[in-house]
């Protein structure tokens, strides 16, 4: 076999494999001493994940580990955590697996048992080997003296007696050493039999453990990790990773308390169409963004809103076509029609008639119903603005009030990332307690969204700091497009007059709406008035159990 220590076979090995694997490889004992070995380890490696990248368990031909006991319990959990699914949906996953099973081969091989069926020998007692030193060494002696005695008294005929009777006794004594042997052979066999049997034993003892520790620690990451993907369509793992290592199970987001919580809402949003709806409609800009080339799309009713050409939003001059408008129709047109000839008059209406006067195109963008269909144009970008959502915490807000406010921040976030839209949070209750938050799908946004939902509202209502700091905010040029949502039961005091002065200028100036979203029965019509320019009431209360008294 080929070390690997100073030869140009291991480092040939060990330069074909990832730099990110190599040093899990070189630590196992089956591998790391052995060219030979380390090459088949790296082989299987890139098997198991070649498999778990697609979908799907290991290959049961693909021989890694070598130890079956290890290899089929693997290969079993791995299929009780449903693991194939989520290596191939979420990449990240599968390294942080890998070197995860790595690490348990290691310790595996390091503290197994070896099944080669040696029994472990008692110590032997030094004074059992001392007399039979002594009893070998007393039978020569005897031996020797009588040898000396018959040299000069026995006479022939009683040596050769003695000398027949000697031989029968060497072959009583030699059938029995041979059936000494036999028994010994057979003891020593069983021994080396129940020594495997105990090794294989305890190996699968340790295997067992090894496994119900690994599912341990993968089942709750593999169950929040579904949470999200049901709660962010087209989840991407690696805008989660909050660290170097990226995807690591064992701290940071994913060992963060709210995840039930998330999945609880995420269930509710989906009976709550009436909160769809709203988020879909806030934020100024939508298809007035920069031009950009993007899929054609085409009207279609019952499909999401796009954006589309439509001669209903006459924005621009496009090029010619031919239409029944007179106030569209190209000079030519119009002379026909101030001929003094009756037959060019009689053209001009004609053509009018069949809608085919020579005229400007006139359209613009209008968001309806729509399909992408194949090609491309030019376009603006169909991206509404930004989401500003200014809630109410306070203790009037507990209960089913409290359920509707985190369903509706879980669904701007959850749109602002499917539109690509920003979107930004502060969480108001008494004076001086603001909390703002960004709703990005990061880790930062996320850790900070499941901290929000395990949380509980409490404490009092001021509704000028968030404002504030909101109408700050839209003075910033990645926020001037944006809308902003309050989130109250109504039960609110009247804003400083310098904020409701602030508020309209910039709703005369910059376009800015205010939506209010009234979750109770408002305190007094006239505050949700000097703050907001659409409000609607909640409606769907059986949906989060019924309205709060």
Same mark, same amino acid.
């Given at each position: 076999?080929?070390?690997?220590?100073?030869?140009?076979?291991?480092?040939?090995?060990?330069?074909?494999?990832?730099?990110?694997?190599?040093?899990?490889?070189?630590?196992?004992?089956?591998?790391?001493?052995?060219?030979?070995?380390?090459?088949?380890?790296?082989?299987?490696?890139?098997?198991?994940?070649?498999?778990?990248?697609?979908?799907?368990?290991?290959?049961?031909?693909?021989?890694?580990?070598?130890?079956?006991?290890?290899?089929?319990?693997?290969?079993?959990?791995?299929?009780?955590?449903?693991?194939?699914?989520?290596?191939?949906?979420?990449?990240?996953?599968?390294?942080?697996?890998?070197?995860?099973?790595?690490?348990?081969?290691?310790?595996?091989?390091?503290?197994?048992?070896?099944?080669?069926?040696?029994?472990?020998?008692?110590?032997?007692?030094?004074?059992?080997? +001392? $007399?039979?030193?002594? &009893?070998? !060494?007393? %039978?020569?002696?005897?031996?020797? #003296?009588?040898?000396?005695?018959? *040299?000069? =008294?026995?006479?022939?005929?009683? +040596? $050769?007696?003695?000398? &027949?009777? !000697?031989? %029968?006794?060497?072959?009583?004594? #030699?059938?029995?050493?041979?059936? *000494?042997? =036999?028994?010994?052979?057979?003891?020593?066999?069983?021994?080396?039999?129940?020594?495997?049997?105990?090794?294989?034993?305890?190996?699968?003892?340790?295997?067992?453990?090894?496994?119900?520790?690994?599912?341990?620690?993968?089942?709750?990451?593999?169950?929040?990790?579904?949470?999200?993907?049901?709660?962010?369509?087209?989840?991407?793992?690696?805008?989660?990773?909050?660290?170097?290592?990226?995807?690591?199970?064992?701290?940071?987001?994913?060992?963060?308390?709210?995840?039930?919580?998330?999945?609880?809402?995420?269930?509710?949003?989906?009976?709550?169409?009436?909160?769809?709806?709203?988020?879909?409609?806030?934020?100024?800009?939508?298809?007035?963004?920069?031009?950009?080339?993007?899929?054609?799309?085409?009207?279609?009713?019952?499909?999401?809103?796009?954006?589309?050409?439509?001669?209903?939003?006459?924005?621009?001059?496009?090029?010619?076509?031919?239409?029944?408008?007179?106030?569209?129709?190209?000079?030519?047109?119009?002379?026909?029609?101030?001929?003094?000839?009756?037959?060019?008059?009689?053209?001009?209406?004609?053509?009018?008639?069949?809608?085919?006067?020579?005229?400007?195109?006139?359209?613009?963008?209008?968001?309806?119903?729509?399909?992408?269909?194949?090609?491309?144009?030019?376009?603006?970008?169909?991206?509404?603005?930004?989401?500003?959502?200014?809630?109410?915490?306070?203790?009037?807000?507990?209960?089913?009030?409290?359920?509707?406010?985190?369903?509706?921040?879980?669904?701007?976030?959850?749109?602002?990332?499917?539109?690509?839209?920003?979107?930004?949070?502060?969480?108001?209750?008494?004076?001086?307690?603001?909390?703002?938050?960004?709703?990005?799908?990061?880790?930062?946004?996320?850790?900070?969204?499941?901290?929000?939902?395990?949380?509980?509202?409490?404490?009092?209502?001021?509704?000028?700091?968030?404002?504030?700091?909101?109408?700050?905010?839209?003075?910033?040029?990645?926020?001037?497009?944006?809308?902003?949502?309050?989130?109250?039961?109504?039960?609110?005091?009247?804003?400083?007059?310098?904020?409701?002065?602030?508020?309209?200028?910039?709703?005369?100036?910059?376009?800015?709406?205010?939506?209010?979203?009234?979750?109770?029965?408002?305190?007094?019509?006239?505050?949700?008035?000097?703050?907001?320019?659409?409000?609607?009431?909640?409606?769907?209360?059986?949906?989060?159990?019924?309205?709060?008294?």
């Amino acid at each position: 076999m080929a070390r690997l220590s100073g030869t140009v076979e291991g480092a040939a090995v060990m330069g074909r494999i990832p730099e990110d694997v190599l040093p899990f490889l070189l630590r196992l004992p089956s591998a790391g001493g052995d060219a030979e070995a380390l090459r088949r380890s790296a082989s299987g490696v890139a098997e198991w994940k070649n498999a778990l990248s697609r979908g799907l368990l290991p290959d049961a031909d693909v021989i890694w580990p070598e130890d079956d006991t290890f290899r089929e319990a693997m290969i079993e959990a791995l299929g009780d955590l449903d693991m194939a699914r989520f290596t191939r949906r979420f990449p990240p996953v599968l390294d942080t697996l890998m070197k995860n099973i790595l690490d348990i081969l290691y310790i595996y091989e390091r503290d197994r048992v070896e099944e080669d069926g040696e029994p472990e020998m008692p110590p032997s007692d030094p004074q059992d080997s +001392q $007399s039979m030193s002594d &009893g070998e !060494g007393e %039978g020569e002696a005897q031996g020797s #003296g009588a040898g000396d005695d018959s *040299d000069e =008294d026995g006479d022939g005929e009683e +040596q $050769s007696q003695a000398g &027949g009777q !000697g031989g %029968g006794g060497d072959d009583v004594d #030699g059938d029995d050493n041979v059936d *000494d042997f =036999d028994v010994g052979v057979d003891a020593e066999q069983a021994a080396k039999e129940q020594a495997k049997e105990q090794a294989k034993e305890k190996n699968k003892e340790m295997v067992q453990k090894l496994m119900e520790d690994f599912k341990e620690q993968w089942e709750p990451a593999v169950d929040k990790l579904d949470k999200a993907a049901k709660a962010f369509e087209g989840l991407n793992l690696d805008d989660l990773a909050d660290g170097p290592e990226g995807f690591d199970l064992t701290r940071g987001l994913w060992q963060q308390t709210g995840w039930k919580e998330l999945d609880s809402l995420r269930k509710k949003l989906q009976d709550l169409r009436e909160l769809r709806d709203m988020v879909r409609s806030l934020g100024r800009g939508s298809g007035r963004g920069p031009l950009r080339r993007a899929p054609r799309q085409r009207e279609r009713q019952g499909f999401p809103m796009g954006l589309v050409r439509s001669p209903m939003e006459p924005e621009e001059t496009a090029g010619l076509c031919r239409s029944d408008d007179i106030s569209r129709m190209m000079p030519s047109e119009l002379t026909l029609l101030a001929s003094s000839l009756p037959q060019a008059r009689l053209l001009h209406f004609a053509r009018r008639a069949e809608h085919t006067l020579l005229s400007y195109e006139r359209v613009g963008w209008s968001e309806e119903p729509a399909i992408t269909i194949e090609g491309f144009e030019t376009r603006p970008a169909a991206e509404c603005g930004p989401i500003i959502v200014c809630l109410d915490t306070s203790g009037s807000m507990m209960g089913a009030r409290e359920t509707v406010a985190k369903a509706m921040v879980l669904e701007c976030m959850r749109q602002s990332r499917a539109q690509q839209r920003a979107c930004f949070l502060y969480s108001f209750s008494g004076p001086g307690d603001c909390q703002e938050l960004e709703l990005k799908l990061n880790a930062t946004g996320l850790y900070g969204l499941l901290e929000f939902l395990s949380g509980s509202f409490h404490g009092g209502t001021d509704v000028d700091e968030p404002f504030n700091r909101a109408l700050s905010r839209l003075n910033e040029a990645e926020w001037s497009n944006a809308d902003i949502l309050l989130v109250t039961d109504g039960e609110i005091a009247p804003p400083d007059e310098n904020l409701v002065a602030n508020l309209n200028e910039a709703k005369e100036e910059m376009g800015l709406k205010v939506h209010g979203l009234l979750v109770g029965d408002a305190g007094d019509p006239d505050v949700m008035k000097s703050l907001c320019t659409h409000t609607h009431k909640f409606q769907s209360w059986s949906a989060v159990g019924g309205k709060p008294s």
